[in-house]
């Protein structure tokens, strides 16, 4: 199975940007879908964006569209999601997954995929 290492996050104004990574090792990078979930204090874990096998099928909780963009290197095992004007609201642990049975990246940001690496903390001050 493939390993997830995510970072990234850090602390930062409303309004700023910050660009978390997923690093993968093990397994075959380009056959899994990978997402990016996060979790706040006091609520559920939520999909936030996720990737396909290609580019082409990307999945955006709608908070998020127009200021997130998920992208995937596939030359380096990694994927990216780069978080442009964040929100207070977006201030949470978040986490990258893996799929390799997954190939929607849609269903991937609404299931609970079965590789997950370790929680970066993305804080956004007002």
């Known amino acids: 199975d493939v390993q997830l290492q995510a970072s990234g996050g850090g602390l930062v104004q409303e309004g700023g940007s910050l660009r978390l990574s997923c690093a993968a090792s093990?397994?075959?990078?380009?056959?899994?879908?990978i997402g990016w979930f996060r979790q706040a204090p006091g609520k559920e874990r939520e999909g936030v964006s996720c990737?396909?096998?290609?580019?082409?099928?990307?999945q955006y909780v709608d908070s998020v569209k127009g200021r997130f963009t998920i992208s995937r290197d596939n030359a380096k095992n990694t994927v990216y999601l780069q978080m442009n004007n964040l929100r207070p609201e977006d201030t949470a642990v978040y986490y990258c997954?893996?799929?390799?049975?997954?190939?929607?990246?849609?269903?991937?940001?609404?299931?609970?995929?079965?590789?997950w690496g370790q929680g970066t903390q993305v804080t956004v001050s007002s």
């Open positions: 997954a893996a799929d390799l049975g997954q190939s929607s990246s849609y269903a991937l940001c609404h299931s609970s995929p079965p590789n």
């Open positions: 990737i396909g096998v290609t580019e082409g099928g990307s």
């Open positions: 093990g397994g075959t990078f380009e056959e899994y879908s």
